[in-house]
């Protein structure tokens, strides 16, 4: 009669130190991973903090920074690559590209001095250090990238995602991908020694492109096909297929020209937003509950906190993390002043969390063999921090800006 | 500005040689399984076939078999893992448990005549073809487990699932799985040549007492803890989040036991059958459709026709797939005969399928190093035609009789 109510902590050491490949079985991987993050998220909200942090904090508490008991794999990592992409698929799916195009110009601003100012602080603080050219070049570019993702969940939580400011901070975000790629681009190939100017500008060419083209054209385009193709279709939710193969092509196309995949599905979203049904959004929703926390736990479980055992290195990470976070929120508040002195404040701590962005790039130092450990170490740190740090205050920069979507509010606080 | 309009079979080739890890990027392969799957399951609906049937050949048609675009790798195949155990637990949400256990007795004999005949057929044919004792008697174990899975999706789909001959091949479905524990336990300790009668009777009961456990007594308990603890919690879509704790604990529990984890998918659904609200079925909806297309591709995927390029192991594959069949349908229709013809004949081709499971079986024979490659081929072609030929058998088997639930049709068929 033990079976059903055997506690899982008994079980638990036993099966989790069992030998087989991954380590954890499907099931259970599933359930450490989301049931750790949405309990550390309950705790959160209880404690009046962001139920996201949490999330984040559940990756380092069952991840190798504490517990150990899952690490990163392939197939978590597939996991949280697919939830970053629907929670910008979702968030696409809420925004409409004319209100996006029309903050335009004050997204290029913020997104160019929220670049410009990182990446030269971070490259002038490692040169101040000791570290190499190359190093310094890397941090500086790592220091670029903005991860949407974070500040798109709590916007979305709080029914935030239509303000001014939530259309500035994703315009500049989708601009500051791409310009990151270009940085990264540069950066690269100096760092190889070769600069293909020719290679980089088609590079440029093609990404810009590519962005310009979906998110101007895309939702017209979508809303004059899509009936046509639905009313010839006989399969059971014909429509949340058509939106899915949309979600899966643009991301694909976006990674292959070199922005990021999630870009694609941002723009997929948005190219959706005006003739998907209830239907697609209730079933895209689902999808997105289920896979965020994996996002979440995923960075928490990328942190390796014995990196920052040495006093120098834990001081450099304090000093790029205080770096990474002035220079965001003073470049990117710069650049939004002209809307405001509150929506400059919320534009520039929305555009803090840097996230998997930064890692990626730190990897790519790392496998160029031109990156040493303990700087990785360093930039995974600022990754990570920052997205811990910037949702309470986030929280706090809206505060008193009454929700601008009582009913999206609805569709994502009810149960 | 041919960016956008770059036609993909133009880019294709390219990519899908590219030497990286895996093959294909994480969008692409999920856009290539996703896609192909649903394209086809349209084609077949057109053709007034079941859509199911479809979405397994993409698998055949994009996998090793014939293009060679995809190959079975550990994330798909999660991800296919993932999609049988959310399709159960869509098909458990829809089922009372008490009218499971209202036609137990029946399913009881469906399921222990759908047992016995295949596996001593199996047996039988592999000891005259001249096989040795032990791939006859793991032949006859891979028989057994019918794959609940493609039956539950086409009654679902045609909304059937309330009606009493789904209830009977439900509820075999589990006891059958049960009962295939069992068997592969007893013939893995004879192939090893000890036999530990404490053990199996240990793993029986642990077993039984858990599956019987959780369907009894599962619905009832959720239904007085659930409302209690939901009205405590905070976040966001609690309701759902606790869903997925259940599911995942339930299905990893069953899995320890020795079960299979869609069994333990299954129950979880059932024991929320009477709690869980509109908003948690539209969300698991939304994943079990994301996912499903994954589960159906990925048996498709695992078929490799140049074994069967010997003329005598294409004709064992017959004789078996055809002893497969009339096995399970003669067995399982007897078991049910009770109910009157016509449902005997819709459980009889109701547990036909034998999918994922049987090749489970083949491949513990392949590991443990007592199965031939050509036999092991011989499996995959029972397991796999098998579910292609019972679908459209289903549908014809069920043509005349009214849909159970008109609404349930609605949420299935309704973009």
Not at 116 to 127: D, K, N, Q, T
Request: aromatic letters at 6%; glycine letters at 12%.
């Amino acid at each position: 009669m033990h079976v059903t109510s055997a506690p899982a902590p008994v079980f638990f050491p036993a099966v989790l130190m069992a030998p087989a490949g991954e380590g954890l079985s499907l099931p259970l991987a599933m359930l450490v991973v989301f049931g750790s993050a949405k309990l550390l998220a309950e705790l959160f909200e209880r404690l009046r903090q962001p139920g996201i942090v949490g999330e984040i904090l559940a990756g380092m508490l069952i991840g190798p920074a504490v517990l150990g008991w899952i690490r990163p794999n392939q197939f978590l990592g597939s996991l949280a690559e697919l939830g970053v992409m629907f929670l910008l698929f979702r968030v696409g799916l809420e925004v409409k590209s004319s209100e996006l195009m029309g903050v335009g110009r004050t997204a290029l601003l913020v997104a160019v001095l929220g670049v410009a100012l990182p990446f030269v602080l971070g490259w002038g603080i490692l040169l101040a250090w000791g570290e190499s050219q190359v190093e310094a070049i890397f941090v500086g570019t790592a220091m670029v990238a903005t991860s949407v993702g974070i500040t798109a969940q709590v916007l979305a939580a709080k029914g935030y995602l239509s303000s001014q400011s939530a259309k500035i901070i994703l315009a500049a975000a989708v601009i500051d991908d791409v310009l990151g790629l270009l940085v990264l681009a540069v950066v690269s190939s100096v760092a190889r020694g070769q600069v293909n100017l020719l290679a980089l500008g088609s590079t440029a060419l093609l990404a810009i492109g590519f962005t310009f083209i979906v998110a101007k054209w895309g939702t017209p385009t979508v809303r004059r096909v899509a009936p046509r193709v639905q009313e010839r279709l006989r399969g059971r939710e014909a429509q949340f297929a058509m939106a899915m193969c949309l979600l899966f092509a643009l991301s694909w196309l976006a990674a292959y020209l070199g922005v990021a995949a999630i870009v694609g599905a941002f723009l997929a979203g948005m190219a959706l937003s005006e003739s998907a049904g209830r239907r697609v959004q209730d079933l895209s929703h689902g999808v997105t509950e289920l896979l965020v926390p994996f996002f979440l736990a995923g960075i928490g479980l990328h942190l390796d906190i014995r990196a920052l055992a040495q006093p120098s290195v834990l001081l450099l990470s304090l000093v790029i993390l205080v770096a990474a976070m002035l220079s965001k929120f003073v470049g990117c508040g710069l650049g939004a002043l002209g809307m405001g002195r509150g929506d400059a404040v919320r534009v520039g701590v929305g555009m803090v969390p840097r996230g998997e962005v930064g890692m990626v790039v730190a990897q790519i130092g790392l496998g160029m063999g031109v990156m040493g450990a303990h700087v990785y170490g360093v930039v995974v740190f600022m990754a990570v921090a920052t997205t811990l740090v910037a949702p309470p205050l986030l929280v706090m920069a809206y505060r008193g800006l009454p929700p601008a979507e009582p009913l999206e509010e609805e569709v994502f606080h009810l149960g």
